[in-house]
């Protein structure tokens, strides 16, 4: 198959974490909609009373990360039988669409009531579908929103480890994707506001489900 292969879709998709959870935290009080390790804390924070975070927000988050999670197992179970190619094409489609709704939003109601909540629920239930269909697709190393394990092995299997590390250079480019995309959707949500960085999210991941090939 001709196309982008997976190792570096999944790199790609990992700077658009970046930029999704920039926008969450920095924009939508202080919620990851991608990282839900870093969401779970957070609500225990909320729930203890700590000032600056949201039950309700991170709630939302959580319950759309994981109704996105089941229709990934859902879509893995009708198309991960088939092309590798066509199943990763279309949920890169579908996230591509929800980040774009997201940034329609973003961009049409920026002080409204309910953008915070569609955002959250929008941007959450995306990366609940990529998230299932990333774990589904099983390449080492780059689960795309989450980075304990990746720097785990990095410092266990270095030279002053167990000296294993034969995949440190994906470890590493992982590592590099996510502090890219956080630290520019940081800036862009500082100086642009959020639409703008999730309008880059779902361009970025349009292009991806137009140039992924299925292999790693």
Known sequence: MRGLRLVLVLLTLTVVSGLIDAVSYLGLGHVFTANMTGNVVVLGFAAAGAPGFSV???ATSLGCFLLGAV???????????GSRRTWARRTLAAEAVLVAVSAAVAFAWPHAGGTVYALIALTGYAMGLRNATVRKLGVAD??????TMTLTGLA????LGDATGHRSPRRTASVIAMLAGACLGAWLVLHHGLGIPLALAAAASAVLAVVASGKE
């Not at 780059?142 to 980075?147: A, N, P, S």
């Not at 266990?156 to 030279?159: A, G, K, L, V």
């Open 156 to 159: 266990s299997e270095s030279r």
């Open 56 to 58: 309700p927000h991170t």
């Open 142 to 147: 780059l689960t795309t929103t989450v980075l």
């Open 71 to 81: 229709t990934g197992g859902r879509l893995a179970t009708r198309y991960g039988k």
